[in-house]
Structure formats: C-alpha cells, structure tokens
T-cell receptor, first 110, second 112 residues
Framework: KNQVEQSPQSLIILEGKNCTLQ??????????LRWYKQDTGRGPVSLTI?????NTKSNGRYTATLDADTKQSSLHITASQLSDSASYIC?????????FGSGTKLNVKP | NAGVTQTPKFQVLKTGQSMTLQCAQD?????MYWYRQDPGMGLRLIYYSASEGTTDKGEVPNGYNVSRLNKREFSLRLESAAPSQTSVYFC???????????FGPGTRLTVL
C-alpha cells in the first residue's frame, strides 16, 4: 500500500535552535518528493522538490535530504525563527498521483 | 496575479443543505484539484481535472460533484451536506498533471 509517514507529529523548539523532520514512504514507483509548508489557516506552499537522483536540496535555512534506497527523507531547519511555526507536509509523487503525509506541526517559541 | 482564489472562506450549513465552493486560478494552468483536510490526516483528493473538459474521481469522491467551467474555474458541489463533510477544503492547480501544485487559501466548512 502506498503510504507516507511523517514524524514527529508535533514538535516544540526554542527560537534559534535547529530541528529535523522525518518522512518515510512506501510509494512506488517514485518520481519526486516535495516538502510543503502550511501556515495556520493558509494553503500549503512548496519548499523543495527532489527527484530520484538528488540527495540534498536547500532553500535558505531549509535543507531536504533524500535516500531513495531506504525511502526516507528529512527536512532540516537551521536557526529556527518564529515564522517557521507551521505544519510541514511531505508529498511523494509517482508520476501523476500525489501521496500526502499528515504533516509535522512545528511550534517555535521565543 | 492572485494565484488560486477560493470562495467562500467560511461556511456553516445544516445537514441536507447544498452549496457550491468556487475556485479560480489565473496562472493558465491546465490541471486543477479539490482536496479536503481533516485533523490528523493528510490532504485527500476528492476530484481533479487534468485538463479543461475532463474530470476524474480522487480518493474520496462520494457526496461531491465537480464542474470544470472553463480553464480558469473548477467548482465543487455538495448536493446534500452531511456532518462528515465538515472539513477544510483546498483547491489547487498545476501546469500539467504531476507538476508542482499551487494551493488556494482554503474554505472552512462546518455542517451541523
């Protein structure tokens, strides 16, 4: 069964600290993996997209990694800011279908 | 350039009432999607339209109908609302199927 599992479900960190969010998937075949950020009350916004051949991609303080062999991805946030408080959603795409994880809710406290 | 817009932002319905959620995009995208998002669950696809003139069922289509009115607009209709349809509904669009999706701000629907 095609599934996308994210951990942890929720996370609280202090402003300025780093954190890592995990995404494990069983989706096959694999085309690409995306990380989205969803602010409270808003729609998701794309952060990164990675194809099978990429294992790291950065977008400012966000760095995504992908291990296609173990079917794992992580999103690392460096020097967190209050504005990073949001849900982060992992999405795996086998060509034209989208499989969404349930997200990790990050709360950055001052 | 507004991106993807949705109306209304909030709606409260009584069981059995009907309503239509509107979605429009100004990015000249070919594909459009309707999702629902419930607490603790990932976004689930209700219906999608790969291109103007086509619509297909997604993962959870029961109780909904859609219309791809033209390339810009894709509406979602609830014919007889049920409490199980209480959710946040997101419309999204992409240039083609499988490309990056751009999401609207969502419609928060409560069915009493």
């Amino acid at each position: 069964k095609n599934q996308v599992e994210q951990s942890p479900q929720s996370l609280i960190i202090l402003e300025g600290k780093n954190c890592t969010l995990q995404c494990n998937y069983t989706v096959s075949p694999f085309s690409n993996l995306r990380w989205y950020k969803q602010d409270t009350g808003r729609g998701p916004v794309s952060l990164t997209i990675m194809t099978f051949s990429e294992n790291t991609k950065s977008n400012g303080r966000y760095t995504a990694t992908l291990d296609a062999d173990t079917k794992q991805s992580s999103l690392h946030i460096t020097a967190s800011q209050l504005s990073d408080s949001a849900s982060y959603i992992c999405v795996v795409t086998p060509f034209n279908k989208f499989y969404f994880g349930s997200g990790t809710k990050l709360n950055v406290k001052p | 350039n507004a991106g993807v817009t949705q109306t209304p932002k909030f709606q409260v319905l009584k069981t059995g009432q009907s309503m239509t959620l509107q979605c429009a995009q100004d990015m000249n995208h070919n594909s459009m999607y309707w999702y629902r998002q419930d607490p603790g669950m990932g976004l689930r696809l209700i219906y999608y339209s790969a291109s103007e003139g086509t619509t297909d069922k997604g993962e959870v289509p029961n109780g909904y109908n859609v219309s791809r009115l033209n390339k810009r607009e894709f509406s979602l209709r609830l014919e007889s609302a049920a409490p199980s349809q209480t959710s946040v509904y997101f419309c999204a669009s992409s240039l083609y199927e499988g490309n990056e999706q751009f999401f609207g701000p969502g419609t928060r629907l409560t069915v009493l």
